[in-house]
């Protein structure tokens, strides 16, 4: 499906559909509906009949293959871990839309790994079952390790036949050089702040209020606003704040055991938020995802600094991007309060 907010990037996307790079790496802020719009195209392209703005049909028989998640020409690159990774924030943070395929590991991986890549070679090699348009999804690519990444380059430069690659990712920043180059880059934006209201008021049936105040929590991205909605899930996101909001006072092994049972995907994310909220706050602005911790927010930016919160917001950037790899969980918490005990110390 397309989200109302991404209709006019799909609507300019079809127009170009005949001449689309063979691969297209769609990117933007986690939250937004980049999966659901990576899968509409992976359909369209899919599709036997296209309906005159180029969209799928949804009656012919690739659009029935394609919903029943068994179409010979399309294939699905996501980590074995897909479910988990795609619902927390380490992945493109957008809603899972279908299964991933490929061998999995034993454990399930966060990685796209080689051999996911590999058992690609024979399905671009060989031609279409159906005879015309193959399409490959790899989402999120942020996942792709580097061995996988290096493994795709040749068949993502010069794929055999009608391959079309389909890229989605949050971070385009930690992909490869090489792979960003072989591709057409697509951004998706964040849709305006009334129009998110609105869409999340009806979805989740709340009223504005309630809706404004969860996108300001989840940084305006609807479908991780959308998740507030589930009373678990909003307790877990109020339970980060109360724990963030206690430091300094709260002691580091205590605020620890607090977040020792949330997934580090989300527990980083709030925390980048907070020191956003803080920078602002320092910097004389209005807090934009925690309006209603202002007042905390105001005391603890007294107690700080811009260049402090920079260097604290890089630090936790880098443990961001770990954040699929913790060689340590306990310790990357312990690590990060002390960061931001540091940093509001002045
Ligand atoms: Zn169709």
Redesign the pocket.
Known sequence: MIYPWLEPAWAKLLAQRTQLHHALLIHGPAGIGKSAFATELARALL????LRDGG?????S??GWFEQGNHPDFRLLAPAAADEAREGEGGSGDEPTRKPVGKGAAKPSRDIRIDQVRALERFTEVGGHRGGTKVVLIDPADALNAAAANALLKTLEEPSGATRFVLVSGRPDVLPATVRSRCRSLGLPMPAAEAAVAWLAADAGVDPAQARAWLAAAGGAPLRARRFADPAQAAIHRLIVETLAGIPETGIVQAADALADVEPGMWTATLQTWVIDLQRVCAGAEPRYFPERADRLRVLARRTGPVALDRLAARLDRAARAVGHPLNPRLMIEDALLDVRAALAG
């Open positions: 599709c036997e009949s296209p799928a049909c949804g009656r012919c690739a659009c």
